[in-house]
């Protein structure tokens, strides 16, 4: 090939096939404006039979924009369902712009006038007083909250807890509502009216004294409270914890090899067991671990989550992406809402991977609202993702929300 070939301008058929490549690879965005060049081309072209080629890359750019238009609808649904109704109805003005399907249209209005009803709702309710604010709670409504409590616990743990008395149910509603300081100086005085006794009040002032930053007083309490209790799962969650935190991995795995047989297959303990190799540095001992256990106990999403995220510690991003992608199958064939970590994970692997699909749009603009923290994280992907697909001025107006976002956070 000479030099000056590589400046030969391309032809219409060449950019119209290239069109057609993205079309097939779900790049329609891309498409469209490629279709737009090779029309462009074609009318600076002198050909024989150029009404017949105009004809057939105009219908193309229907088609393409129609199949976009429906897509970006799609979408918009999903967005409404997932209470994102700023971004649907970003997606509907699209749509709208490229469309000239009247059923689809009716569509994009029926869907704009649920957001806007939507939206007038929340106004009615704006200025409305919050029902559940602390200082209009009647104090007497304690017991009902204390009943309400107790009834996530064991029907046998709801008695030991009723049988502590009045001053554990005030320690026990201060711990729940965050008061610390008061729930640990309440629950002291139970442990010390049991003085030769462990209770149950042992592991709720273990929990106070953790939110206080007192780990060697919890760890003391919880280690006693296990000797008594030992198929408290909390209790080897909250000792685990303060052991990791000490870096004494060793400690933590003898205690939970110790733990009851009845235990040990149960998917908290082997969650523990795993994290306790992975905090040791262990990656490849905790990837064996978490895989013999989803082929003794079948898949347990929460262990194959912690299997993606140790794949990823261990540099093993495809094995990741692999167990990221069957988990988000999952959700979607069950209908269950998928975890915004999870989600999270798994769109940021697809990015670095070099995707930019319509539906990797969309999962960032659940994240939006799902994980507000990294909002202007996901409004930059989105504004890159918009750049990849042909839509400049959209790449730019998030680009600034991204910007926006990151200034009110830094504010």
């Not at 059923?103 to 939206?119: C, F, P």
């Amino acid at each position: 090939m000479g030099l000056f070939s590589f400046f030969t301008p391309k032809s219409f058929e060449d950019i119209e096939a290239k069109a057609d490549r993205l079309v097939q690879s779900d790049d329609l965005g891309l498409a469209k404006l490629e279709y737009e060049k090779s029309l462009d081309r074609l009318h600076s072209t002198s050909i024989q039979d150029a009404s017949g080629h105009q004809e057939r890359i105009e219908c193309k750019i229907r088609n393409t924009c129609e199949t976009l238009a429906q897509q970006h609808v799609d979408r918009a649904k999903d967005l409404v369902a997932a209470k994102c109704p700023a971004e649907a109805s970003e997606l509907l003005s699209l749509a709208r712009d490229l469309s000239n399907n009247i059923n689809l249209q009716q569509d994009i209005d029926g869907l704009v006038n649920q957001i806007e009803s939507h939206d007038q709702i929340l106004d009615q309710f704006a200025f409305m007083p919050e029902s559940n604010d602390p200082e209009t709670v009647d104090p007497e409504d304690e017991d009902g909250y204390f009943q309400i409590l107790l009834s996530t616990l064991p029907e046998d743990t709801q008695a030991d807890y009723l049988a502590l008395g009045e001053r554990f149910q005030s320690g026990y509603l201060a711990l729940n509502q965050g008061h610390f300081p008061l729930a640990a100086e309440l629950l002291r005085q139970v442990v010390a009216e049991h003085e030769e006794q462990v209770t149950y009040a042992h592991l709720e002032l273990a929990n106070a004294q953790l939110n206080l930053g007192q780990t060697e007083a919890a760890a003391v309490l919880l280690e006693e409270f296990l000797e008594i209790y030992p198929l408290s799962v909390q209790a080897y969650e909250n000792l685990c914890e303060i052991y990791w935190e000490r870096g004494e991995t060793d400690r933590a795995d003898r205690m939970l090899q110790a733990c009851p047989d009845k235990l040990k297959l149960t998917v908290p303990i082997l969650l523990l067991m795993g994290e306790t190799l992975y905090r040791s540095g262990n990656f490849a001992g905790a990837i064996d671990f978490y895989l013999k256990g989803i082929e003794y106990l079948g898949w347990q999403e929460p262990i194959a989550i912690a299997l993606a995220r140790t794949y990823e510690a261990a540099d093993q991003l495809e094995e990741a992406l692999s167990i990221y992608q069957e988990i988000v199958n999952n959700c979607k064939s069950c209908h269950q809402r998928l975890d915004p970590h999870v989600r999270h994970r798994y769109v940021e692997l697809l990015f670095a991977g070099g995707e930019r699909s319509s539906d990797l749009l969309d999962n960032y603009f659940a994240l939006c609202s799902e994980n507000p923290t990294y909002q202007h994280h996901y409004y930059q992907r989105i504004s890159d993702i918009y750049e990849r697909q042909g839509y400049p001025d959209e790449a730019t107006r998030y680009r600034a929300i991204a910007r926006q976002v990151e200034g009110r956070r830094e504010n």
